[in-house]
């Protein structure tokens, strides 16, 4: 913090010297804890040498374990690992990143699962699933929210996060590879 002020109308100002890197993902943090009232500028301020290893996000990734169609089925047995970033229906492979999970480990899930049948029915049980909307990316958002073994996706039709090595079997553990970055840098 370089310098804090308050004019005296109910709003506080604060400047910091913070490098650029440091700055991605810190808009929708700011205006999320301040209910989108908080004012927010930047500007160069010189090169610095580098400052060290930057904090990561404390969630992991919800990637589909194989490609298909995702169905309402799979993804509302799944909801209470996390927040989705795909609605039924969407096509998905092996190795896309399809929500956020809850705990700081990544899981692999099966989307494409489909409820199995039988004879007995019970009348509108199978249609009736809620799901909650799914968090839709920017190219800004997905920036923001990615780490190092991820990488962000961008078609005319769609935005979208995956793991860099997609097949599941080839693909390191997030923990392992947290420990890895902790150890390079």
Do not use: C
């Amino acid at each position: 913090m370089v310098k804090m002020s308050n004019p005296g109308y109910g709003r506080a100002r604060l400047e910091y010297r913070i490098p650029s890197r440091g700055m991605i993902g810190f808009r929708g943090e700011v205006l999320t804890a301040t209910r989108g009232t908080a004012l927010l500028n930047s500007q160069f301020d010189g090169w610095e040498p580098w400052g060290g290893t930057m904090m990561k996000r404390a969630t992991g990734a919800i990637v589909s374990d194989r490609g298909g169609v995702s169905t309402p089925y799979a993804l509302f047995h799944l909801q209470p690992r996390g927040s989705f970033f795909i609605s039924p229906g969407q096509d998905v492979y092996e190795g896309m990143i399809v929500g956020e999970h809850n705990r700081p480990n990544d899981t692999d899930v099966n989307v494409i699962k489909e409820k199995k049948l039988s004879n007995v029915r019970n009348h509108g049980k199978d249609e009736n699933v809620a799901l909650a909307p799914p968090r839709l990316l920017t190219i800004e958002t997905a920036m923001e929210w990615i780490d190092a073994d991820e990488l962000v996706e961008v078609t005319p039709d769609a935005v979208r996060v995956r793991k860099g090595i997609l097949q599941i079997n080839l693909r390191p553990r997030r923990t392992e590879a947290i420990e890895d970055a902790q150890s390079v840098g």
